[in-house]
């Protein structure tokens, strides 16, 4: 069993950056690979950036490449999403995952849920 939670959401100006967090919690989080998802207000939750079990493999949505990178440290137990020029069209929920495989894109495939973090981005 793992237990995702996020932190670091909240109201920033476009342009403007942020790095999510995601604790995990449990006996496989180390060894499970990360994904990080994002909904808009009346839109499907679509993929963002996934991380291998080590780190060393990521993997990035087309459209999110550039300014999102995802990276984690297992000595802490925690998974980061840093979001470059923030622009309006990045306002969502943000939720990060946990799945055995990689790279998963699929929401249906990722075993574990975080609640999500509010990410505001204002003109």
């Known amino acids: 069993q793992v237990q995702l939670v996020e932190s670091g959401g909240g109201l920033v100006q476009t342009g403007g950056s942020l790095r999510l967090s995601c604790a995990g919690s449990?006996?496989?989080?180390?060894?499970?690979?990360m994904g990080w998802f994002r909904q808009a207000p009346g839109k499907e939750r679509e993929f963002v950036a996934a991380i291998s079990w080590s780190g060393g493999s990521t993997y990035y949505a087309d459209s999110m490449k550039g300014r999102f990178t995802i990276t984690r440290d297992n000595a802490k137990n925690t998974g980061y999403l840093q979001i470059d020029s923030l622009n309006p069209e990045d306002t969502a929920v943000y939720y990060c995952?946990?799945?055995?495989?990689?790279?998963?894109?699929?929401?249906?495939?990722?075993?574990?849920w975080g609640q999500g973090t509010q990410v505001t981005v204002s003109t």
């Open positions: 449990g006996s496989t989080f180390s060894s499970d690979t």
């Open positions: 995952a946990a799945d055995k495989e990689f790279p998963v894109t699929s929401r249906y495939d990722y075993d574990y």
